[in-house]
């Protein structure tokens, strides 16, 4: 009797990519919010007002901002494991830095930690347009949304993780010690993210079975994040390039309504637990727990957001309605926060904060949206100029609240500031964005004709 052949079997190897983009995204983030919490601390030591601080707070968007374009196309060139992995090292000895820094009188200290958090910026400005670029990748169509909400989830636990260990060390030891302790991590994750991501033709525990359910679903599996299959570059950052995708109509309102959407997030991100300190006289201890109770319903809602996306999308709905009506819903859930100007009671302004951010990870799906719509050619460029124009926000964000707190004193107005931009965002993705569909643009060939 002739041996049994075992039936190929259908590996599961996209989802533990997915999980590594999201660890690594929630130390991205990580670092982020660690000026956050430690700022209430050496705001004191180094004698800083809501503008100077503000100022601070946004000095990693504006190397972050500049670094978009570049690091799109050094996405498209090198392959998104290489560069990421890079850009894990690189942002994590900035890290160990600003606690060194900590040493220095406090004029010097404060242009030396700006300095470190444009260059840590800098550093992490590959990160989401590499996670778009392996999605697009790895993901079929159907599955896109969930695997974007999945890693852009990672913004809200990394306040859910993070905020609580960084305020009970900030508090027993003091705030350098937060950013030796997230460099450390940081160079560990570097070392297991090139040990698992891999192209999806390219990876030692994938099937065949596999592959095919990802090419056949739409998935671009010619994108090798290894970047051992590069295409030819010379098309993928010319300004040619970038004036084609600044002059279709649905990619501009996607990138304003991903400007208003990030405007939230750097409110969290920043200004959230000195607000909880200050607005609402927490110790730091205290702040780093309440500050994660909301970032865990934006991380709730960041993962439901996409899934609901996926399911209307496979219950035939169309692209548009099923990528629209979870942004259109989470932001007009977000501007519940505006409730907190009319009441002094902390759990009601925790109840608050805690549906606003629910209801912006509902709505951030435009990761997904780009994955959806992002020419072929140009995924990683079309990635890096959303991603800059959401994150100018990074830097507009922190000044303007910083400038708000100072000249009223308080911050009713800022969270109507905040509110508005949420109220923009439906404007964008409404009338402005229309049909989502994938965008066709044909590249003129390079002077001299291809190679």
């Not at 601070?56 to 968007?61: A, H, K, P, T």
């Amino acid at each position: 009797m002739p041996a049994l052949v075992p039936e190929p079997r259908q590996t599961r190897v996209r989802y533990l990519i997915v999980l590594m983009l999201f660890i690594a995204s929630s130390f991205s983030y990580g670092d982020r919010v660690a000026l956050s919490i430690t700022g209430i601390a050496f705001s004191k030591d180094l004698h800083m007002d809501p503008v100077k601080l503000g100022y601070l707070f946004s000095g990693f968007s504006w190397a972050y901002v500049v670094g978009q374009l570049p690091a799109g196309g050094l996405l498209d060139r090198f392959g998104s494991k290489r560069i990421y992995g890079i850009s894990i090292i690189c942002w994590s000895i900035c890290g160990v830095l600003v606690g060194f820094a900590g040493y220095l009188p406090a004029t010097a200290a404060f242009v030396v930690i700006f300095g470190l958090r444009l260059l840590s910026g800098l550093a992490q400005s590959p990160v989401f347009p590499g996670n778009g670029r392996i999605v697009a990748a790895w993901f079929p169509t159907a599955e896109r949304g969930r695997a974007s909400a999945i890693f852009n989830s990672s913004q809200y636990f990394a306040l859910v993780l993070f905020a609580p260990i960084l305020g009970w060390i900030t508090h027993t030891w003091g705030w350098q010690e937060c950013f030796w302790f997230l460099g450390t991590l940081g160079f560990v994750l570097s070392l297991v993210w090139f040990k698992v991501i891999h192209g999806v033709k390219s990876h030692p525990r994938i099937s065949q079975l596999e592959i095919d359910y990802i090419e056949q679903g739409g998935g671009l599996t010619n994108i090798d994040p290894d970047g051992s299959t590069q295409t030819k570059p010379a098309n993928k950052l010319s300004w040619a390039a970038i004036k084609m995708l600044l002059s279709n109509r649905m990619l501009v309102g996607i990138y304003i309504g991903q400007y208003c959407i990030t405007t939230l997030t750097w409110f969290f991100l920043t200004w959230f637990p000195v607000y909880l300190s200050q607005a609402r006289h927490m110790s730091i201890m205290k702040v780093g727990m309440m500050a994660a109770l909301p970032a865990l319903c934006g991380s709730i809602g960041g993962i439901l957001g996409g899934v609901v996306s996926d399911r209307l999308l496979r219950a035939g709905h169309s692209l548009t309605f099923a990528r629209k009506a979870p942004i259109v819903s989470g932001m007009l859930l977000s501007i519940t926060m505006i409730g907190c100007n009319y009441t002094d009671t902390q759990w009601v302004v925790m109840v608050l904060m805690s549906l606003a951010f629910f209801g912006k990870g509902f709505g951030a799906l435009g990761w997904t949206v780009i994955a959806d719509t992002s020419p072929k050619p140009l995924i990683g460029v079309n990635g890096g100029l959303f991603n800059l124009i959401g994150n100018l926000a990074g830097i507009t964000t922190p000044i303007i609240i910083g400038y708000i707190v100072k000249t009223t004193g308080s911050f009713n107005d800022a969270l109507i500031f905040v509110v508005a931009t949420a109220l923009l965002a439906i404007v964008a993705y409404l009338p402005l964005v229309g049909e989502i569909k994938r965008v066709d643009l044909k590249l003129p060939e390079p002077a001299g004709g291809a190679a």
